[in-house]
């Protein structure tokens, strides 16, 4: 996060001074990821994916700006509609989907679906019949630190015959879609899926099915630390794979943005309430803050994100190591353990501890009241307003 965001995140917080804990959204940063990546990819058509951050003021700001939107259920669907966006501008790209909700999606003009079996082509068919379908395939999440593989996604063979039964049963297929796990730290990652989606075109286009679209899906990463590439590596390596794959024809290329779009927009702030340890001669402290796994920091599931961390009281003392856990009575809600965090050793009860990069998958993830602790309030605001 830039100094210039953090010190807007700060003047945010100095002026209004929410109960902790919450995450704040920068939407001026919303709008220049948004930016960023129209630039990077400037063929593509970009659907944001709403369950990233379904805030109304985030889908605003990326609806004044053209974006498109993925949507995951009824509940987004409503959520894009009543925010004034377009049907046409709206994806239903969840593969495992309610039969009311798809009939719903196609009652308010909703046309593009996306399946990865032969049951749920069946259900779009029947609920939605004419609608213009994507087949997503399995690819590896290797590289990703919040895999997405093997619950999502059918084989290249399995593929082909979907899409050609697609037009059988009257709809419109349009390609493939895939998601190379989220967060991906390898822009080669996208290699196999272009290779799998050329290939899937070729048979199809043998057997009288002609596709145009392939879905990159998201994966994009917000930057939660230096080992993060830069979106031109990304778009570098991905425009020379579709090269490569698709010379022979043109390809109508979709992207999902999730995390890119709204992860480095947000901080959660987090109070510390409690300060031990297990034992007079251990080496690290126990902190425990008002906010956990259950309170929206569902993706320290496993350690794979990685949030950095800032205290805002930070004397410059010197640093030791601490075991972070939440703040409800389970032994699930410990945040980073095997990987402790360094924090000062003038850290006191009450401190804020800031999480950086919180903007997406945060807040919607909270409990509804695990332990009567309330879910996590958001506030947006424009950085440019304050600075
Ligand atoms: C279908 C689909 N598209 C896009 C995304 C967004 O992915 P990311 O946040 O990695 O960009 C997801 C995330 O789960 C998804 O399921």
Redesign the pocket.
């Known amino acids: 996060m830039s100094e210039t965001s953090l010190k807007a995140f700060r003047d945010f917080a100095a002026l209004h001074d929410p109960p902790t804990p919450f995450v704040a959204i920068d939407l001026d940063v919303v709008a220049l990821r948004y930016r960023e990546l129209t630039a990077a990819f400037p063929a593509a058509t970009s659907y944001y ?1 709403v ?2 951050n379904p805030h109304p003021e985030v889908i605003a700001t990326l609806r004044d700006l053209g974006s498109s939107f ?1 949507v ?1 259920s009824r509940g987004e669907i409503e959520l894009c509609l009543g925010l004034g966006v377009e049907p046409s501008r709206i994806s239903f ?2 593969t495992i989907k309610k039969h009311e909700d798809i009939a719903f999606a196609a009652a308010h003009g909703i046309k593009l679906y ?1 399946f990865d079996s032969e049951a749920e082509l069946r259900k779009i068919a029947d609920a939605a019949p004419g609608a213009t379908v994507a087949c997503r395939i399995l690819v590896s999440s290797e590289g990703a630190q ?1 895999p ?1 593989s093997r619950k ?1 996604g059918c084989d290249v063979t399995m593929a082909v015959d979907l899409l050609v039964l697609a037009a059988e049963l009257g709809l419109t297929p349009c390609g493939v ?1 895939f ?1 190379v ?4 730290l390898r822009p080669e990652s996208w290699d196999a899926g272009v290779e799998s989606a050329a290939a899937i075109f070729a048979e199809a286009r043998q057997r009288g099915v002609e596709l145009s679209t392939v879905n990159l ?4 990463p917000a930057n939660y630390g230096p080992e993060v590439p830069a979106l031109e590596e990304y778009a570098k390596r991905i425009h020379e794979s579709i090269a490569n794959r698709f010379a022979d024809r043109p390809v109508d290329i979709v992207l ?5 779009i709204a992860g480095d927009a947000g901080v959660l702030r987090s109070r510390v309430l409690l300060i031990s340890k297990k034992s007079y001669n251990a080496h690290e402290r126990w902190v425990y803050l008002d906010i956990g796994r259950f309170g929206g920091l569902a993706e320290t599931e496993g350690e794979a994100i990685e949030y950095p961390l800032v205290c805002e009281n930070d004397t410059g003392a010197e640093v030791g190591p601490v075991i972070l856990a939440g703040p409800t009575c389970d032994s699930a809600d410990i945040l980073y353990e095997r990987k402790p965090r360094y924090l000062s050793l003038d850290l006191r009860i009450g401190d804020y501890i800031d999480f950086l990069g919180c903007g ?2 945060t807040s919607t993830y909270a409990s509804v009241g695990f332990n009567g602790i309330p879910p996590v309030a958001t506030y947006c605001y424009r950085g440019a307003d304050l600075a």
Not at 217 to 220: A, F, K
Request: charged share 15%.
């Open positions: 994916a369950k990233a993925d995951a790209g969840n996306a919040w997405l999502f879609s998601h796990g989220s967060q991906q899906g998201g994966g994009l999902e943005p999730g995390r890119f997406a998958y």
